[in-house]
């Protein structure tokens, strides 16, 4: 393949190996430094001129730390405000029951009256009749509120405390972001993200939008979302709850997986994994997300919360598709059985077969025989009758010869 150098535009030949990075145009009176992104397969202008082949710019890994140093300073802020709105503070909780289990531990729901600050998947502490108990928060929904609690094996929970940290799960998000290391392989798409490289920018129009059992389709504006998700690097879908964030996903993960690819979805929660696996079930109508769910192509990687989404795990897809699978070794070991006392009965009937024509080979030599020793036994009769005239004749003249010595004695 052949790309022209952004800088000086003379022809340049790709190997088919060359892996994304920075090289120098390799003609004598240009020697400048380009981007070259294997995804995209184009040449793009990098800002300093002198960078090292391969080495990442100082000004681009400075501003790579100062999007960190921002997006700590964020979270720092949104710690704050979390804090400040009552997320810390000790709930009293009343009528909790039991709903389900995750892993051994049981799922309590509990009705309350206002929204709280908590992120899901928030760890606690809950006292139930002045015992301390391990939990975590999985959902706030609809003035409800499921808490997984570890060792309490009650049905009911009458009155209870709950301590929680809403922070928590900010806390450690801002200690993985610090963690995070200016790796030149591994922020082209982070350099792409915040536009210090070109991405690839356009729309692809989908193969289908899925329709609900009502017929209904994406909204103009998740219809837009989903054709620059399919055409570009990086798109951000962004909303408040309830306009179709997580529809809009679904129908971008099926028209990538209908195209034949591999999706990975991740979440910062184990519900909102199961809300993605949940709006796939929703449109099991569909052939395409049908096929998807019961042929395995769907896996639900993690601890699931929602109890219809625990079918698609790996553990429950391998049991089924291994009973499925052993369901038909029966049935193909039946049918071989089957198979086997054909092809034994057919033997059987082969033998007989080749007996009868040994059979049939025989009698037809034996008749050949009869024949022939028919012809023997004729030719015989003929020459005894031959001999029989021949005796008689001689015995005549014997006879006369006898009577004429009397005569003459």
């Known amino acids: 393949m052949i790309e022209k150098c952004p800088y000086c535009g003379q022809p340049i030949k790709i190997p088919d190996n060359l892996k994304s990075g920075r090289y120098k145009c390799p003609?004598?009176?240009?020697?400048?430094?380009?981007?070259?992104?294997?995804?995209?397969?184009?040449?793009?202008?990098?800002?300093?001129?002198?960078?090292?082949?391969?080495?990442?710019?100082?000004?681009?890994?400075?501003?790579?730390?100062?999007?960190?140093?921002?997006?700590?300073?964020?979270?720092?802020?949104?710690?704050?405000?979390?804090?400040?709105?009552?997320?810390?503070?000790?709930?009293?909780?009343?009528?909790?029951?039991?709903?389900?289990?995750?892993?051994?531990?049981?799922?309590?729901?509990?009705?309350?009256?206002?929204?709280?600050?908590?992120?899901?998947?928030?760890?606690?502490?809950i006292i139930i009749c002045g015992r301390n108990y391990r939990a975590t928060i999985i959902r706030y929904l609809e003035s409800k509120l499921e808490i997984r609690i570890v060792g309490y094996d009650g049905e009911k929970i009458t009155t209870a405390e709950l301590k929680i940290d809403a922070t928590y799960i900010l806390k450690k998000l801002k200690t993985t972001l610090l963690s995070l290391n200016c790796n030149p392989q591994d922020i082209i798409l982070t350099l792409k993200t915040f536009n210090f490289l070109s991405a690839k920018c356009k729309e692809n129009l989908p193969t289908f939008i899925l329709k609900n059992e009502n017929g209904k389709e994406l909204d103009s504006y998740q219809e837009d979302a989903m054709r620059s998700c399919l055409g570009n690097e990086v798109t951000f879908v962004h909303g408040p709850p309830g306009t179709g964030k997580t529809l809009t996903l679904v129908n971008v993960v099926n028209d990538i997986a209908y195209n034949g690819c591999k999706v990975l979805v991740t979440c910062h929660t184990n519900i909102a994994c199961d809300n993605v696996i949940e709006q796939f079930i929703n449109y099991d109508h569909e052939k395409t997300i049908k096929?998807?769910?019961?042929?395995?192509?769907?896996?639900?990687?993690?601890?699931?919360?929602?109890?219809?989404?625990?079918?698609?795990?790996?553990?429950?897809?391998?049991?089924?598709?291994?009973?499925?699978?052993?369901?038909?070794?029966?049935?193909?070991?039946?049918?071989?059985?089957?198979?086997?006392?054909?092809?034994?009965?057919?033997?059987?009937?082969?033998?007989?077969?080749?007996k009868k024509e040994k059979v049939k080979e025989r009698i037809v030599n034996c008749k050949s025989n009869i024949n022939s020793i028919k012809k023997s036994v004729s030719e015989h009769l003929s020459n005894e009758n031959f001999y029989d005239s021949i005796i008689s004749k001689n015995e005549k003249l014997l006879s006369i010869g006898r009577l004429s010595r009397g005569r003459f004695s």
């Open 291 to 354: 096929n998807l769910l019961d042929n395995g192509k769907i896996i639900r990687i993690g601890t699931p919360v929602l109890p219809n989404v625990k079918k698609y795990t790996l553990e429950v897809l391998y049991q089924r598709l291994s009973e499925e699978l052993m369901k038909e070794k029966e049935g193909l070991s039946n049918k071989k059985g089957q198979s086997l006392i054909i092809y034994q009965d057919y033997n059987q009937y082969k033998q007989d077969f080749f």
């Open 27 to 125: 003609y004598d009176n240009c020697l400048k430094v380009f981007f070259f992104d294997k995804d995209t397969v184009n040449f793009y202008k990098t800002e300093d001129d002198n960078l090292e082949v391969f080495g990442i710019e100082n000004g681009i890994e400075k501003n790579i730390k100062n999007l960190i140093a921002e997006f700590e300073k964020a979270l720092e802020d949104e710690i704050r405000a979390v804090k400040t709105r009552g997320g810390d503070r000790v709930l009293y909780l009343k009528n909790g029951k039991f709903i389900t289990e995750i892993t051994g531990e049981r799922v309590f729901q509990f009705n309350i009256e206002r929204n709280i600050p908590v992120i899901d998947e928030t760890p606690a502490q």
